[in-house]
C-alpha cells in the first residue's frame, strides 16, 4: 500500500468518524460512551494519517530524493489536514465539546479531498526549499492554522447559537464555546509567530533579506494583526461572544488568502 | 446629577490637550484601530504591484485610480510616509503600553498589589499544625514547590509562589515588537540591496543598488564557474557559483554561493539569484583515427586552434544546439597550410563524419558559458530584528507554558477550632485553578461533602 492510498483510506476515515459523531450526537450529546467512541474512533484515523505522512517520508528516500512531505500544495494539505485532526483531538480532550467535531470534522474531509484533484507524485525538491528551515517553518505555520480552524469553527457555532435559540439548545453553552474560540487563538498565535520568525530566518538565510513584503509574507502579516487585534480585543475590552467570534472569522479568512489565495499572486511562494 | 457634569467640563478644561494625548496613546482602542489600518493597507500592498513602474500603472489603472496611486505612493506603500507614520504610532502606543504596565510589575513580582481571583475559609477540629501540615502535602504536591512559611503568635501563614516569571511574557512580547521595527528602520536607513551579474571567468565590483543608482563593494568578485545541476527527470537540482573574493588583488575568501547556502565577508551577503546563457565556453570535438581509437579535444570561441596531429588551424564560427533534426552542432572555419579558408559543418547526427585535412571529425559536446546573478545584502538592522524575534518567540512561550500562580493560607486558632483563610491567585485557567484548590482542601481535610465556603475576590 503506498502512501497515496493510505491517504484515500484515511479521508474516508475521517467521513466515518463524522457520522459515528453525528450518530452519538443525535443519541444523546452528554453520552459518555458516545464520547470515548467518538475519541476513540478520531485518534485512530488521526494514527494512521500520521502512518500516512511518515510512509510518504520513507518513500521518497526509497525513490533516492528523500525530503520531508512538505514540499508542495498536495503534501501541505495533507499536512493541514493532519494539524487540524491533531487540534480538533485536543480540543475534543480539553473542552469536551462534541459539537466542534460535527464542524471541524468535514472541514478536514474537504481539504483531505482536495487532495485528490493534485498530482500526488513525489518529486525531488527544487533548489529554493532545500534548508533545514524547511520543516520548522511549514510545521508551525500549520499548527498555527489549525488552531485558527478549530477557532473558527467554535466562532461559528457561536454565531450560529447565537442567530437561533432553537439552535442555541442543542450545541454547547455558548460560554464554553467562547472559550474555544480565544484558547484556540492563545495557541495559534504563538506558533504563528514563530512559523513568520523561521520563515523571516529562512528567507534572510536564503535570499538575503528577511523581509521582502512578498504577498505570501504580506498576508501572514495581516493575519498575525488580525488575531492580535482579536486578542487585545478580547483582553483589554473584553470582547466576548459574538463580537469576538466576528473577529476569528475574519481571522480565519485571512488565514485561507494566505494559504489558497497568494498562489494567484506573483511571489516567492508561488510553488505552494 | 449636575455636579459630576461640571468636573468632567472642568477636568477637560485643564487637563486638556496633553491628557488626550496621553489617553490616545496608552489606549488599547488605537492599537486595534492601528493593527487594522496596519492590516487594511497591506491588504492594498498586495493587490497593486509594487515597486512596478509608474508608466506600466498608468496604463493598467483608471485616471483616477492613478491619481489616487501617485497621491498616496500606492505604487511603494510599504515605504509610503502614512504607512510609515502608522508604524510610528504603532511603537509610541506600544511604548505607552509598555511603561504604564512595567510600573506596576514590581508590585505584582513581590505579590503587593494584594489581588486576588478567589478566596475560601473552611474551619477544622483539629490543631493548626495539624491542619498546616495536611494542606501543605496536598498543595506542594499539586503547585510542585514548598512555601514560604512565616508565624506571628497563634497565626500561621504559608505562601506559594509558582511561575513568576510569566509576568516577564508581556513586557518581552511588547518590547519585542518594538526592536523589530527598530531593526528595520536601521534596515531602510543604513543597509541596501543590490545586484550584479558577472560572466564565468570575469570579476566586479560594481552593482546596482535596488532601489536605484549603483555602489561600489570594498572586494572584487571573481567568478570562476557557474554550474546548473539537474535531476535525472531534468528539474533543477542546484544553482552554484564558484567564486573568489580579492581584496587589493590578494584573494581573501574562495568558495561556492548555492541557493540557500549564500557567502558572508565583512557583512555582506553574496547570495545566488539567478543565471543567463551568455555564450559558449567551448566545444568538444574527436579525431577518428584510421586505429578506431578516438582523440578528443577541445575548441575555444575567439581562438585559433591547432588541429590535433594535422596542421590546419580551426576557429568556431557558430553552434547550433539542436535546432534541427542533424542534432547540436557547430560551424567552423578551417584554414589549411596553403592559407586556404573553407567552412566546415560537424554535427553530431550527421552519418559521415566531416574531413579536416585527411582527418575524420565528430562532434562530442559543448559547455555554455554563463553568467551568474548574484545578490548584494547589507543590513546593519537584521541582529537587532533576530534579538526582537528571540524575546518574542519567548515572550510568548512564557504566557503560554508558565502560569503565574499564587496560593496564601492563613491558619488562626478561634474559640478552639481552627479557622483557615485560602486565598489564591492565577493568570490563566482561573475557574481551574480554583476547582482544583477546592478540592485539594476537600481531600486535606476529609470533609468533601460539606465543602468549603467560596467568597470570589474582587
Keep these: 500500500m503506498t502512501s497515496v492510498d493510505l491517504n484515500s483510506y484515511v479521508t474516508f476515515g475521517y467521513l466515518g468518524v463524522f457520522l459515528v459523531a453525528l450518530l452519538a450526537q443525535a443519541a444523546g450529546a452528554g453520552a459518555s460512551w458516545g464520547r470515548r467512541l467518538v475519541r476513540g474512533t478520531l485518534i485512530f484515523v488521526w494514527v494512521a494519517h500520521t502512518a500516512s505522512i511518515g510512509l510518504r517520508w520513507v518513500e521518497s528516500y526509497r525513490m533516492g530524493i528523500?525530503?520531508?512531505?512538505?514540499?508542495?500544495?498536495?503534501?501541505?494539505?495533507?499536512?493541514?489536514?493532519?494539524?487540524?485532526?491533531?487540534?480538533?483531538?485536543?480540543?475534543?480532550?480539553r473542552f469536551r465539546a462534541g459539537a466542534i467535531l460535527l464542524l471541524g470534522l468535514p472541514m478536514t474531509v474537504l481539504v483531505m479531498a482536495y487532495t485528490f484533484l493534485l498530482d500526488p507524485e513525489i518529486?525531488?525538491?527544487?533548489?529554493?526549499?532545500?534548508?533545514?528551515?524547511?520543516?520548522?517553518?511549514?510545521?508551525?505555520?500549520?499548527?498555527?492554522?489549525?488552531?485558527?480552524?478549530?477557532?473558527?469553527?467554535?466562532?461559528?457555532?457561536?454565531?450560529?447559537?447565537?442567530?437561533?435559540?432553537?439552535?442555541?439548545?442543542?450545541?454547547?453553552?455558548?460560554?464554553?464555546?467562547?472559550?474555544?474560540?480565544?484558547?484556540?487563538?492563545?495557541?495559534?498565535?504563538?506558533m504563528l509567530t514563530l512559523g513568520i520568525v523561521t520563515g523571516a530566518a529562512w528567507a534572510d538565510y536564503a535570499w538575503g533579506s528577511y523581509w521582502s513584503w512578498d504577498p505570501k509574507e504580506t498576508w501572514s502579516l495581516i493575519t498575525w494583526m488580525v488575531y492580535s487585534a482579536f486578542l487585545h480585543a478580547r483582553l483589554a475590552r473584553g470582547w466576548s461572544g459574538a463580537k469576538a467570534a466576528m473577529l476569528s472569522v475574519i481571522g480565519f479568512g485571512a488565514v485561507m488568502f494566505t494559504y489558497f489565495g497568494v498562489n494567484y499572486l506573483p511571489g516567492l511562494h508561488s510553488y505552494f | 446629577m449636575t455636579a459630576p457634569e461640571t468636573n468632567q467640563a472642568g477636568s477637560s478644561e485643564t487637563g486638556g490637550v496633553f491628557d488626550e494625548t496621553i489617553g490616545f496613546f496608552t489606549s488599547v482602542k488605537t492599537t486595534i484601530a492601528v493593527l487594522f489600518l496596519l492590516a487594511a493597507a497591506s491588504v492594498i500592498g498586495t493587490l497593486i504591484p509594487q515597486e512596478a513602474g509608474l508608466a506600466e500603472l498608468k496604463a493598467t489603472s483608471s485616471p483616477f485610480l492613478y491619481r489616487l496611486i501617485i497621491l498616496l505612493d500606492l505604487h511603494q506603500l510599504y515605504r509610503s510616509w502614512w504607512f510609515l507614520l502608522l508604524l510610528v504610532i504603532l511603537s509610541i502606543n506600544l511604548l505607552?503600553?509598555?511603561?504604564?504596565?512595567?510600573?506596576?510589575?514590581?508590585?505584582?513580582?513581590?505579590?503587593?498589589?494584594?489581588?486576588?481571583?478567589?478566596?475560601?475559609?473552611?474551619?477544622?477540629?483539629?490543631?493548626?499544625?495539624?491542619?498546616?501540615?495536611?494542606?501543605?502535602?496536598?498543595?506542594?504536591?499539586?503547585l510542585g514547590i514548598q512555601p514560604k512559611e512565616s508565624a506571628s503568635g497563634d497565626t500561621i501563614s504559608l505562601a506559594w509562589v509558582k511561575h513568576r516569571i510569566h509576568l516577564l511574557g508581556f513586557p518581552l512580547i511588547h518590547?519585542?515588537?518594538i526592536i523589530i521595527l527598530l531593526g528595520g528602520l536601521v534596515g531602510?536607513?543604513?543597509?541596501?540591496?543590490?545586484?550584479?551579474?558577472?560572466?564565468?571567468?570575469?570579476?566586479?565590483?560594481?552593482?546596482?543598488?535596488?532601489?536605484?543608482?549603483?555602489?561600489?563593494?570594498?572586494?572584487?568578485?571573481?567568478?570562476?564557474?557557474?554550474?546548473?545541476?539537474?535531476?535525472?527527470?531534468?528539474?533543477?537540482?542546484?544553482?552554484?557559483?564558484?567564486?573568489?573574493?580579492?581584496?587589493?588583488?590578494?584573494?581573501?575568501?574562495?568558495?561556492?554561493?548555492?541557493?540557500?547556502?549564500?557567502?558572508?565577508?565583512?557583512?555582506i551577503s553574496l547570495y545566488q539569484s539567478d543565471y543567463r546563457a551568455v555564450g559558449v565556453k567551448w566545444v568538444k570535438l574527436a579525431i577518428l583515427n584510421p586505429g578506431s581509437e578516438v582523440e578528443e579535444f577541445l575548441v575555444r570561441p575567439f581562438q585559433t586552434t591547432s588541429l590535433p596531429g594535422a596542421s590546419e588551424q580551426i576557429r568556431l564560427h557558430s553552434l547550433d544546439p539542436g535546432s534541427s533534426a542533424r542534432g547540436q552542432g557547430v560551424e567552423m572555419i578551417a584554414t589549411g597550410p596553403d592559407g586556404e579558408s573553407r567552412r566546415v559543418e560537424v554535427f553530431r547526427n550527421d552519418p559521415e563524419p566531416a574531413e579536416v585535412g585527411g582527418r575524420k571529425i565528430k562532434f562530442v559536446g559543448y559547455q555554455t558559458l554563463?553568467?551568474?546573478?548574484?545578490?548584494?545584502?547589507?543590513?546593519?538592522?537584521?541582529?537587532?530584528?533576530?534579538?526582537?524575534?528571540g524575546l518574542l518567540v519567548t515572550g510568548f512561550l512564557l504566557t503560554l507554558f508558565t502560569n503565574h500562580r499564587r496560593l496564601g493560607v492563613i491558619i488562626r486558632e478561634e474559640e478552639g477550632r481552627t479557622t483557615v483563610e485560602i486565598a489564591g491567585r492565577s493568570r490563566r485557567l482561573r475557574q481551574e485553578f480554583r476547582q482544583v484548590v477546592r478540592e485539594k482542601v476537600g481531600l486535606a481535610l476529609g470533609n468533601p461533602q460539606a465543602g468549603p465556603r467560596v467568597r470570589k475576590g474582587v
Design chain 1, 66 to 93: 528523500g525530503h520531508a512531505p512538505l514540499s508542495n500544495l498536495y503534501e501541505s494539505l495533507v499536512f493541514f489536514a493532519w494539524a487540524i485532526g491533531l487540534a480538533l483531538i485536543l480540543a475534543h480532550y
Design chain 1, 123 to 190: 518529486k525531488p525538491l527544487i533548489p529554493a526549499l532545500q534548508s533545514n528551515w524547511l520543516v520548522a517553518h511549514v510545521v508551525t505555520c500549520f499548527l498555527g492554522y489549525a488552531g485558527f480552524a478549530v477557532s473558527f469553527v467554535a466562532a461559528i457555532l457561536v454565531l450560529l447559537s447565537d442567530s437561533s435559540s432553537s439552535l442555541a439548545k442543542r450545541l454547547p453553552a455558548t460560554r464554553i464555546l467562547d472559550e474555544i474560540v480565544y484558547k484556540s487563538v492563545l495557541v495559534g498565535l504563538p
Design chain 2, 96 to 142: 505607552a503600553c509598555l511603561l504604564k504596565r512595567t510600573r506596576t510589575l514590581p508590585g505584582d513580582w513581590k505579590g503587593k498589589d494584594g489581588q486576588v481571583s478567589f478566596r475560601m475559609t473552611v474551619e477544622d477540629g483539629r490543631s493548626p499544625s495539624e491542619v498546616k501540615n495536611l494542606l501543605a502535602e496536598q498543595f506542594n504536591s499539586l
Design chain 2, 175 to 177: 518590547s519585542a515588537i
Design chain 2, 188 to 267: 531602510i536607513v543604513y543597509g541596501y540591496r543590490g545586484y550584479v551579474s558577472i560572466k564565468e571567468g570575469e570579476e566586479a565590483d560594481r552593482f546596482v543598488i535596488k532601489s536605484g543608482g549603483s555602489g561600489t563593494l570594498p572586494f572584487t568578485i571573481a567568478v570562476d564557474e557557474f554550474t546548473l545541476t539537474r535531476y535525472p527527470t531534468g528539474e533543477p537540482k542546484e544553482y552554484r557559483s564558484e567564486v573568489r573574493l580579492l581584496e587589493n588583488g590578494k584573494e581573501v575568501l574562495k568558495g561556492p554561493i548555492i541557493v540557500n547556502s549564500p557567502m558572508t565577508y565583512r557583512n
Design chain 2, 370 to 389: 554563463y553568467a551568474t546573478g548574484l545578490q548584494v545584502g547589507y543590513d546593519p538592522g537584521t541582529l537587532l530584528v533576530w534579538w526582537g524575534s
